[in-house]
């Protein structure tokens, strides 16, 4: 009986960490995605100052562009954390 109770944690710990990947896969995607409006948000913003015959607004850029690298930091972590996960499984 202790077998089987051991055998349903051990799968029950597996399903956990496989639903746990997959929620990190979709925060990734996530981030991904934002990263890519962004992109496009700059760019945007820089050929509308082209079309206005305006002086590119630096600081506006540098706003974007600092929400990129929020978002590229928030994927290195998630895959920082998956990686942790996958270790975990390893060992088990």
Do not use: H, P, W
Not at 10 to 36: H, Q, T
Not at 52 to 68: F, R
């Amino acid at each position: 009986m202790d077998k089987v109770k051991e055998s349903v944690k051990s799968a029950d710990e597996k399903l956990g960490n496989a639903i746990d990947s997959s929620k990190i896969d979709s925060k990734i995607r996530d981030e991904e995605r934002k990263i890519e409006e962004l992109t496009k948000e700059m760019g945007e913003k820089v050929l509308a100052n082209f079309r206005d015959g305006a002086a590119l607004a630096e600081d506006d850029l540098k706003a974007v562009y600092a929400k990129i690298q929020d978002c590229e930091k928030t994927i290195e972590d998630l895959k920082a954390e998956k990686e942790a996960l996958k270790s975990e499984k390893k060992e088990e």
